[in-house]
C-alpha cells in the first residue's frame, strides 16, 4: 500500500516545502503519541535532531503535538541518530523520535520515529500514524493534568559517549593515535571529537562548527576530500568522516584514500569471526555491495546475504539469519551487538580497536580484498517514471546478459531525492563503464 507521508526512511523533505510543515510535524506528534499510548503510566518521548536551522521549528511543532496528547517531551538537542534509538531504549521511552535528513542538505529535513526497544517503525504502524493523521484528533485531545511537559536532557552527550567507549575492551587505549574527525557540521559534532580524546587520542576535528546552514556542505562522509587533505597536512593515523546525523561513516587511511562501508565490514566480520563473536555464519549488506566483499567472505566460509538499499532492510535481514554485523557501501555499519541502527562513531571505534591490537596502519588493516570494478551513476528526473519506459528496461536486460553471472546491475529509484541510481559492476571495468553509460543516457532521454 503506498504511503501518503512516510518514505523508506521516515518523513522527508525541503523543510517548508509541499511536504514537511510544522502543521504536519504538529499531527506527526499527536497521531504518532495516540498510536503509542499504552496502558495507564505517564509516557514519554526523546527527541533528537541534527544542526539544521529548521529543525528548531519541527522540534517545536513535534513537542505540542506530543504534549497535546499527553506525552512528556525530552529534548536531546543536537545528538547523532543512534544515540536516540539508544536513549530510547535506557529511558524506557515510549518513543523516540530523530529530526534529520541524514546526509541531504540543510535546505531538506526529516522525522525518523524509533519503538521502544529502539528499532524503527514497521510498515503497518506508519500505515497506522498515518491514518491518524488524516483524522479528526481534536476530541482525542489530553485536556488539564493530563497534557504533557517538555524539559531538557543536559546529560544526554555525556551518556552517548560512556556508551559508545563501552563497545570497546576494557582498557582499550587510543594513546598515540593522531585522528582526524569530520563530523560534516552536524549531530555528531561534539560527541566524536570528545569520545576519541577521552580515548586517549590527539583529536584534530574539521566540520565541528555548524551554522545551521552548513551541514554536509563539502565536507562530511558524502564529500571526504578536504578529510583526505587534512590528513595528510597533519600526518594522522586515520581520518573519520560521520555524516550529518553520524549514523554513517567513511574512513581515511594514513595516505589519504577512502575505505568505503564494504571494507569496513570485511574488517569487522574477520576481526570477529577470529574472536569467535561473529553470529550467524555472515553478514548482511546490501545489492549495491561490492563483489570483491563477498568473494572475501567466502574465503572465510562466511555468508554474504543481500539486502535492498535501506537500514530498515538490512536489519531484517541480520534478525532473520542471527547475523550481528550488517551494513552498506556508504557507511551504514549496524552491528546488533551493541545498537539497533548505524551508528557511525561505533563503527569507526570498532575499526580502531582493531588497528590498536595488531599493531599496524589503518591501509595494512583495510586492505583485505581486492575490489571489483564498479561504477554508479545518479540521474535526475523531473516528470513520470523512467523506469517504466520500454526502451530502458530492455536495455537493462541486455545490460545483465551482457555483463553475465560474474557481473551486477542495479537500477532503483532514490527513496529521498529525485534521482534513479545506475550500479554496474563486473570483471571488465570498460564493459561496466559502457553498459552504466548507455543506461544513464537513455533514463535522461526517457527523464
Known amino acids: 500500500m503506498a504511503r501518503k507521508y512516510f518514505g523508506t526512511?521516515?518523513?522527508?523533505?525541503?523543510?517548508?516545502?509541499?511536504?514537511?510543515?510544522?502543521?504536519l510535524a504538529l499531527k506527526v506528534g499527536m497521531?504518532?503519541?495516540?498510536?503509542?499510548?499504552?496502558?495507564?503510566?505517564?509516557?514519554?518521548?526523546?527527541?533528537?535532531?541534527?544542526?539544521?536551522?529548521?529543525?528548531?521549528?519541527?522540534?517545536?511543532?513535534?513537542?505540542?503535538?506530543?504534549?497535546?496528547?499527553?506525552?512528556?517531551?525530552?529534548?536531546?538537542?543536537?545528538?547523532?541518530?543512534?544515540?536516540?534509538?539508544?536513549?530510547?531504549?535506557?529511558?524506557?521511552a515510549?518513543?523516540?523520535?530523530?529530526?534529520?535528513?541524514?546526509?541531504?542538505?540543510?535546505?531538506d529535513n526529516g522525522i525518523k520515529l524509533f519503538r521502544p526497544d529502539g528499532y524503527k517503525l514497521t510498515d503497518n504502524m506508519e500505515e497506522e500514524i498515518e491514518a491518524l493523521m488524516d483524522s479528526d484528533l481534536n476530541p482525542r485531545l489530553s485536556q488539564g493534568q493530563k497534557i504533557g511537559r517538555a524539559k531538557r536532557l543536559e546529560e544526554a552527550r555525556t551518556r552517548y559517549v560512556e556508551y559508545a567507549k563501552r563497545?570497546?575492551?576494557?582498557?582499550?587505549?587510543?594513546?598515540?593515535?593522531?585522528?582526524?574527525?569530520?563530523?560534516?557540521?552536524?549531530?555528531?559534532?561534539?560527541?566524536?571529537?570528545?569520545?576519541?580524546?577521552?580515548?586517549?587520542?590527539?583529536?584534530?576535528?574539521?566540520?565541528?562548527?555548524?551554522?545551521?546552514?552548513n551541514i554536509?556542505?563539502?565536507?562530511?562522509?558524502t564529500s571526504p576530500a578536504k578529510l583526505s587533505e587534512k590528513v595528510r597536512e597533519t600526518r594522522a593515523d586515520i581520518g573519520i568522516?560521520?555524516?550529518?546525523?553520524?549514523d554513517r561513516v567513511l574512513i581515511i587511511d594514513e595516505k589519504g584514500e577512502v575505505v568505503d562501508g564494504d571494507q569496513l565490514m570485511a574488517v569487522i566480520a574477520k576481526s570477529w569471526h577470529e574472536r569467535g563473536i561473529l553470529s550467524g555464519g555472515g553478514i548482511a549488506a546490501t545489492v549495491m555491495s561490492n563483489l570483491g566483499l563477498e568473494r572475501f567472505l567466502q574465503t572465510m566460509d562466511l555468508k554474504l546475504d543481500r539486502a535492498q538499499v535501506g537500514d530498515?532492510?538490512?536489519?531484517?535481514?541480520?534478525?532473520?539469519?542471527?547475523?550481528?554485523?550488517?551494513?552498506?557501501q556508504s557507511g551504514h555499519i549496524i552491528m546488533s551487538d551493541f545498537t539497533t541502527t548505524g551508528d557511525g562513531l561505533v563503527a569507526a571505534l570498532q575499526l580502531?580497536?582493531?588497528?590498536?591490537?595488531?599493531?599496524?596502519?589503518?591501509?595494512?588493516?583495510?586492505?583485505?580484498?581486492?575490489?571489483?570494478?564498479?561504477?554508479?551513476?545518479?540521474?535526475?528526473?523531473?516528470?513520470?517514471?523512467?523506469?517504466?519506459?520500454?526502451?530502458?528496461?530492455?536495455?537493462?536486460?541486455?545490460?545483465?546478459?551482457?555483463?553475465?553471472?560474474?557481473?551486477?546491475?542495479?537500477?532503483?529509484?532514490?527513496?529521498?531525492?529525485?534521482?534513479?541510481?545506475?550500479?554496474?559492476?563486473?570483471?571488465?571495468?570498460?564493459?561496466?563503464?559502457?553498459?552504466?553509460?548507455?543506461?544513464?543516457?537513455?533514463?535522461?532521454?526517457?527523464?
Open 31 to 92: 497521531a504518532t503519541g495516540l498510536a503509542f499510548r499504552r496502558g495507564s503510566h505517564r509516557h514519554r518521548v526523546v527527541i533528537g535532531k541534527d544542526t539544521r536551522r529548521s529543525g528548531y521549528m519541527i522540534e517545536n511543532a513535534l513537542t505540542a503535538g506530543f504534549t497535546a496528547v499527553g506525552m512528556d517531551v525530552f529534548l536531546l538537542g543536537p545528538m547523532p541518530t543512534p544515540a536516540v534509538a539508544m536513549l530510547t531504549r535506557s529511558m524506557r
Open 94 to 107: 515510549d518513543l523516540g523520535v530523530m529530526i534529520s535528513a541524514s546526509h541531504n542538505p540543510y535546505e
Open 241 to 246: 568522516a560521520l555524516d550529518g546525523d553520524a
Open 9 to 23: 526512511d521516515g518523513i522527508r523533505g525541503l523543510a517548508n516545502g509541499s511536504k514537511l510543515t510544522p502543521e
Open 352 to 447: 580502531l580497536q582493531v588497528v590498536t591490537s595488531k599493531g599496524q596502519t589503518v591501509s595494512q588493516v583495510c586492505n583485505l580484498y581486492e575490489k571489483v570494478p564498479q561504477l554508479l551513476h545518479n540521474v535526475k528526473f523531473t516528470r513520470g517514471q523512467p523506469l517504466s519506459d520500454k526502451s530502458v528496461v530492455q536495455l537493462i536486460e541486455n545490460g545483465q546478459t551482457r555483463l553475465g553471472e560474474g557481473g551486477r546491475l542495479v537500477i532503483r529509484a532514490s527513496g529521498t531525492e529525485p534521482l534513479i541510481r545506475i550500479m554496474g559492476q563486473g570483471d571488465d571495468e570498460a564493459l561496466v563503464s559502457k553498459i552504466v553509460r548507455e543506461i544513464s543516457d537513455a533514463i535522461a532521454n526517457a527523464a
Open 167 to 213: 563497545t570497546l575492551p576494557r582498557n582499550t587505549d587510543f594513546t598515540g593515535l593522531r585522528i582526524v574527525v569530520d563530523c560534516a557540521n552536524g549531530a555528531g559534532y561534539k560527541v566524536a571529537p570528545e569520545a576519541l580524546w577521552e580515548l586517549g587520542a590527539e583529536v584534530f576535528a574539521i566540520g565541528d562548527q555548524p551554522d545551521g546552514f
Open 312 to 328: 530498515r532492510y538490512v536489519l531484517e535481514s541480520m534478525r532473520a539469519n542471527n547475523y550481528n554485523v550488517g551494513g552498506e
Open 216 to 221: 554536509n556542505d563539502k565536507c562530511g562522509s
